[in-house]
Nanobody, 122 residues
Framework: QVQLVESGGGLVQAGDSLRLSCAAS????????VGWFRQAPGKEREFVAR????????NYADSVKGRFTISRQNAQNTVYLQMNSLKPEDTAVYYC???????????????WGQGTQVTVSS
């Protein structure tokens, strides 16, 4: 059983940067793929980025490609999401999730954090 805790969200202006962190405990972290997802009010949860077990593979949604970077430090049981050039449409609750397979479908992930709010003002 893996427990995940996100942090680093906040209120920023368009063009600013934020770094989200996802701290894991209770399991062998390197055995899990980690994904970041987000959900805006009234919208379905959507894929943002994912990273493989060792960190050698990453994948991004088209909407964030070139602006967001996912990385992981298995020794610290932590995954990061560096978000640059933020836009108002990035406003959402951001969740990290852990799963056994390298999927972008949120329904394939087994463990979820509580989420952290990111609000980008124009």
């Amino acid at each position: 059983q893996v427990q995940l805790v996100e942090s680093g969200g906040g209120l920023v202006q368009a063009g600013d940067s934020l770094r989200l962190s996802c701290a894991a405990s209770g399991g062998t972290f390197r055995n899990y793929v980690v994904g970041w997802f987000r959900q805006a009010p009234g919208k379905e949860r959507e894929f943002v980025a994912r990273i493989s077990w060792s960190g050698d593979m990453t994948n991004y949604a088209d909407s964030v490609k070139g602006r967001f970077t996912i990385s992981r430090q298995n020794a610290q049981n932590t995954v990061y999401l560096q978000m640059n050039s933020l836009k108002p449409e990035d406003t959402a609750v951001y969740y990290c999730a852990a799963g056994s397979n390298y999927y972008s479908d949120y329904r394939q992930y087994d463990y979820w954090g509580q989420g952290t709010q990111v609000t980008v003002s124009s």
